[in-house]
């Protein structure tokens, strides 16, 4: 079966620009998970949404993170304007919708770099 | 709220040497472990896993974790490592139903010859 995939796999901005990260989850997986992921950190989710309905947002930092997932298949998210703290990389992650126990499937992420 | 805590940054070891990465969680109901390991510039793959039943769980290339509940741990081991594991390591706890998983600061295993 395909994997999560993301794109674009790399991407370099100068802070207060704007960004978009894109997501296709594996096909059939109700749950969509964004995690961001510094450089020395553990992933650290910021949403997650079952079908096209927003479960948990409350580490998005709302005022200038957005995230959508229309039709509940694919996924964006989106950063404006970017800061220098926003360098990470995001990674996106489907699962069937039972969470530990039907599993989760992470992509390869997405390296963003604001300079 | 659960947190994760992976008291080791980076752990050294020559090939051939047993390691042990260390892992405790906080939770005040139960909750499904897992460890994850994260090659330079890929993603996060399932190393293995804990929901239930026997609190030791092995992996296919021969790491090992023990669920111990009363010290609240879920460390990792490896009796013998090769240079290909060297990696990062991440340590997982979703609260049982939450649907989500919570991270650890990570580990960095490094093996040398």
């Known amino acids: 079966e395909a994997g999560v995939a993301q794109s674009p796999r790399y991407k370099i901005i100068e802070k207060r620009q704007s960004v978009a990260f894109w997501c296709n989850p594996i096909?059939?997986?109700?749950?969509l998970y964004w995690y961001q992921q510094i450089l020395g950190q553990g992933p650290k989710l910021l949403i997650q949404f079952q079908n096209n309905g927003v479960v948990d947002d409350s580490q998005l930092p709302k005022d200038r993170f957005s995230a959508e997932r229309l039709k509940g298949v694919d996924s964006t998210l989106k950063i404006q304007p970017a800061k220098l703290e926003d360098s990470a990389v995001y990674l996106c992650?489907?699962?069937?919708?039972?969470?530990?126990?039907?599993?989760?499937?992470f992509g390869s992420g997405t390296r963003l770099t604001v300079v | 709220a659960q947190s994760v805590t992976q008291l080791d940054s980076q752990v050294p070891v020559f090939e051939e040497a047993p390691v042990e990465l260390r892992c405790n969680y906080s939770s005040s109901v139960s909750v499904y472990l897992f460890w994850y390991v994260q090659y330079p510039n890929q993603g996060l793959q399932l190393l293995l896993k804990y929901l239930s039943g026997s609190t030791l769980v092995e992996s296919i290339n021969g790491f090992e974790a023990e669920f111990n509940k009363s010290q609240t741990s879920f460390h990792l081991r490896k009796p013998s490592v090769h240079i290909s594991d060297t990696a990062e390591y991440f340590c997982?706890?979703?609260?049982?139903?939450?649907?989500?998983?919570?991270f650890g600061t990570g580990t960095q295993l490094k093996v040398e010859l």
């Open positions: 997982a706890v979703e609260r049982g139903g939450g649907n989500k998983l919570t």
């Open positions: 096909s059939g997986h109700a749950t």
């Open positions: 992650a489907s699962s069937p919708g039972g969470g530990a126990l039907s599993g989760y499937t």
